[in-house]
């Protein structure tokens, strides 16, 4: 038994050793009282703050001490040393008493036998011994469940932390595409218009629209469709900063909250993320009426008239469709 796991399970051993009929005593490997049962205080006539953490030599007769001490300090693992000696027993002076010490790992267990009253048979003493044994025996197999108890529960408890850490992220993501969804980008949205309102930081938003995707669908199918949004959302979060927040809004239609970025910028990165998809080439695009898959963008910067989140997303709605009704493959403001 190590001294920390003793310390751990006090309260369990504490209920084992007073159950033992003798005296009986845990020390460590230095001699020193760690735990007693309450037959050994009465043994000693001696308190528990009286006995904690004293050598048990200092309770044996002078002229025993050297003699147990020598024999604590040569014990070796699982072996035995029995002693017959004198121990002080208070105002009674010095009384015989049998000595039985067995090591366990880092702690050492004794039991003593008082030898005034009747004497005890040999056998009395093996079953003593062996009852001992056996409480151990319960004390370290109670131990061991526990830890496989303990074990099980930090297992289920990181489980439990799994799940919810995949809930919390379906919740915010996009199925298809992998990239956060519309109830996130609102989230976030009013979130930065607030912050904005606070702090007079520059905060701008795109609205992207897949030119023509219907024709697109139509012609090749679902599936092809399906990869098309994956791609594009790839390609706009390639174009955007790494502080940007990029959505899929709904059907074909993406949006990206553009943090600290003026009209300027805003514009630059609109153009980029239109350029982008202009140049990548996607599978039977040349079909498409403008003869290439675009988007069309619409740019917005937050302004003092912009209330709300909806009348901020409104106003880059309707840039996005002014670069529709412009001809599309677009940037407007």
Same mark, same amino acid.
């Given at each position: 038994?190590?001294?920390?796991?003793?310390?751990?399970?006090?309260?369990?051993?504490?209920?084992?050793?007073?159950?033992?009929?003798? %005296?009986?005593? *845990?020390?460590?490997?230095?001699?020193?009282?760690?735990?007693?049962?309450?037959?050994?205080?009465?043994?000693?006539?001696?308190?528990?703050?009286?006995?904690?953490?004293?050598?048990?030599?200092?309770?044996?007769?002078?002229? &025993?001490?050297?003699?147990?001490?020598?024999?604590?300090?040569?014990?070796?693992?699982?072996?035995?040393?029995?002693?017959?000696?004198?121990?002080?027993?208070?105002?009674?002076?010095?009384?015989?008493?049998?000595?039985?010490?067995?090591?366990?790992?880092?702690?050492?267990?004794?039991?003593?036998?008082?030898?005034?009253?009747?004497?005890?048979?040999?056998?009395?003493? &093996?079953?003593?011994?062996?009852?001992?044994?056996?409480?151990?025996?319960?004390?370290?197999?109670?131990?061991?469940?526990?830890?496989?108890?303990? &074990?099980?529960?930090?297992?289920?408890?990181?489980?439990?932390?799994? *799940?919810?850490?995949?809930?919390?992220?379906?919740?915010?993501?996009?199925?298809?595409?992998?990239?956060?969804?519309?109830?996130?980008?609102?989230?976030?949205?009013?979130?930065?218009?607030?912050?904005?309102?606070?702090?007079?930081?520059?905060?701008?938003?795109?609205?992207?629209?897949?030119?023509?995707?219907?024709?697109?669908?139509?012609?090749?199918?679902?599936?092809?469709?399906?990869?098309?949004? #994956?791609?594009?959302?790839?390609?706009?979060?390639?174009?955007?900063?790494?502080?940007?927040?990029?959505?899929?809004?709904?059907?074909?239609?993406?949006?990206?909250?553009?943090?600290?970025?003026?009209?300027?910028?805003?514009?630059?990165?609109?153009?980029?993320?239109?350029?982008?998809?202009?140049?990548?080439?996607?599978?039977?695009?040349?079909?498409? %009426?403008?003869?290439?898959?675009?988007?069309?963008?619409?740019?917005?910067?937050?302004? %003092?008239?912009?209330?709300?989140?909806?009348?901020?997303?409104?106003?880059? &709605?309707?840039?996005?469709?002014?670069? #529709?009704?412009?001809?599309?493959?677009?940037?407007?403001?």
């Amino acid at each position: 038994m190590k001294l920390e796991t003793l310390e751990k399970e006090i309260p369990c051993v504490s209920s084992i050793i007073e159950a033992i009929q003798d %005296p009986f005593f *845990i020390l460590n490997a230095q001699g020193a009282i760690l735990l007693s049962n309450a037959k050994g205080m009465e043994l000693f006539r001696a308190s528990w703050e009286e006995l904690k953490e004293t050598e048990l030599s200092r309770w044996v007769a002078p002229g &025993d001490r050297n003699r147990v001490q020598r024999e604590l300090e040569r014990m070796e693992e699982e072996k035995e040393i029995r002693l017959r000696l004198h121990i002080l027993h208070g105002s009674q002076g010095e009384i015989p008493a049998d000595f039985f010490g067995m090591m366990r790992g880092e702690v050492c267990f004794v039991t003593l036998r008082d030898l005034r009253g009747p004497m005890r048979t040999e056998e009395d003493w &093996d079953r003593t011994k062996k009852e001992f044994l056996e409480k151990a025996r319960e004390r370290d197999q109670y131990a061991r469940e526990l830890q496989v108890m303990r &074990d099980l529960y930090k297992e289920k408890l990181k489980e439990i932390r799994d *799940i919810k850490e995949r809930i919390e992220v379906l919740s915010y993501t996009d199925e298809l595409t992998g990239i956060c969804n519309r109830r996130f980008f609102i989230h976030v949205l009013t979130l930065e218009v607030e912050r904005q309102k606070r702090y007079l930081c520059p905060l701008s938003l795109l609205m992207i629209d897949i030119d023509y995707f219907k024709h697109y669908n139509d012609a090749n199918g679902h599936l092809a469709g399906d990869q098309v949004l #994956k791609a594009i959302s790839s390609l706009i979060e390639g174009a955007v900063r790494q502080t940007d927040v990029v959505a899929r809004y709904g059907g074909e239609e993406f949006s990206a909250i553009l943090i600290n970025a003026g009209r300027e910028e805003a514009i630059e990165i609109a153009e980029r993320v239109r350029k982008s998809v202009a140049n990548s080439p996607f599978p039977n695009d040349r079909a498409q %009426p403008n003869g290439k898959l675009t988007v069309s963008l619409g740019v917005a910067t937050f302004s %003092p008239i912009m209330t709300t989140p909806d009348a901020f997303i409104r106003e880059a &709605d309707n840039a996005l469709y002014r670069a #529709k009704r412009a001809g599309r493959n677009r940037v407007e403001v």
